[in-house]
């Protein structure tokens, strides 16, 4: 990941046009910033990641605790239909 980035800014900063260098920017300010937002792309990601696995170990909860409620249920009315045959 990190040679991927350095190419592509290395591959930005060969192809800077005269045009777009101004007095007060260096040659190489766009590769930088190409880097700089990469790292704060991936720092979301990695951020948004992990709130899902949070999301997601909640939600394992809630369903754990709703199929033993259910589970539950379906025993008393089995032991209940099981008492009223007999």
Same mark, same amino acid.
């Given at each position: 990941?990190? /040679? /991927?980035?350095?190419?592509?800014?290395?591959?930005?900063?060969?192809?800077?046009? &005269?045009? /777009?260098?101004?007095?007060?920017? &260096?040659?190489?300010?766009?590769? $930088?910033?190409?880097?700089?937002?990469?790292?704060?792309?991936? +720092?979301?990601?990695?951020? +948004?990641?992990?709130?899902?696995? +949070?999301?997601?170990?909640? $939600?394992?909860? /809630?369903?754990?605790? *709703?199929?033993? *409620?259910?589970?539950?249920?379906?025993?008393?009315?089995?032991?209940?239909?099981?008492?009223?045959?007999h």
């Amino acid at each position: 990941m990190v /040679a /991927a980035t350095t190419d592509a800014a290395r591959h930005l900063s060969f192809y800077h046009t &005269a045009s /777009a260098v101004t007095a007060t920017a &260096a040659p190489g300010i766009g590769a $930088l910033v190409v880097i700089v937002v990469i790292i704060v792309v991936l +720092a979301a990601l990695g951020s +948004a990641a992990r709130s899902m696995a +949070a999301l997601l170990s909640e $939600l394992l909860r /809630a369903a754990t605790a *709703v199929t033993s *409620v259910l589970l539950t249920a379906v025993f008393a009315i089995f032991l209940g239909i099981a008492f009223l045959v007999h």
